[in-house]
């Protein structure tokens, strides 16, 4: 197989971009289509596709972000309005953010561990998959992925689980690359003194 330098010169160099810098025009809808399928080609154990998405774009944007601030306004109604601002606008910077679940559950060979790991592999090639369309994209968690009511409310049914949410968009700045960690620090050569 011919090297593919166009990838290894991505992969070297590839970089999330923040949320904040993430901006419209995002993918249209055909260009969503190839990106959900790009991120839903990955390792998976046993074929058992332990992961399903949930796309929030649009006026659902809004809509999600006041969920979520009515959920912690009625945990805490002395929560301060810019705290609910916060909430509201969690969706709003980029034009679509993708929600990955996994539906890992026990299985008589599958470890629940390795189908956990295919539904992390669906939110970084998500990434990957957005970046090949010319976008940019961001992997985060926050506190409603792991909030049962939060999660719920997003799409997560009982025993399931947010690995992240993908948010895509065009970045308006260039971002600095962050320190990675050298190699010498987290390779070593089983057999050798220093393993
Ligand atoms: C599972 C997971 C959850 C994350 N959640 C958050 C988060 O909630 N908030 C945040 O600022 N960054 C979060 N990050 C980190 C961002 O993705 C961060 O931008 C990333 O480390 C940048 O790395 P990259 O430039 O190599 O893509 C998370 C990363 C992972 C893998």
Do not use: C
Not at 52 to 75: F, N, S, T
Request: avoid cysteine; charge should be negative; proline fraction near 7%.
């Amino acid at each position: 197989m011919p090297a593919n330098t166009a990838l290894r010169e991505y992969l070297l160099t590839r970089r999330s971009v923040g949320i904040a810098f993430l901006k419209e025009p995002g993918p249209d809808a055909a260009e969503l289509e190839q990106i959900l399928t790009i991120g839903t080609r990955v390792p998976d154990h046993g074929k058992l596709a332990p992961w399903r998405l949930v796309v929030i774009e649009g006026e659902a944007r809004a809509q999600a972000g006041a969920r979520l601030a009515e959920i912690l306004a009625r945990r805490n109604p002395n929560l301060d309005e810019a705290s609910l601002a916060v909430e509201r606008e969690r969706f709003l910077p980029a034009p679509v953010t993708i929600g990955v679940i996994s539906t890992a559950a026990p299985h008589p060979k599958i470890p629940e561990l390795e189908q956990l790991l295919s539904a992390g592999n669906v939110a970084f090639n998500l990434l990957n998959g957005a970046f090949a369309l010319g976008y940019a994209a961001s992997w985060v968690t926050r506190w409603y992925a792991f909030d049962a009511e939060a999660a719920a409310m997003l799409g997560a049914n009982k025993g399931e689980q947010f690995v992240g949410f993908v948010h895509i968009g065009t970045p308006v700045a260039v971002i600095e690359d962050r320190p990675r960690p050298a190699l010498a620090d987290i390779v070593t050569r089983w057999g050798s003194q220093d393993a």
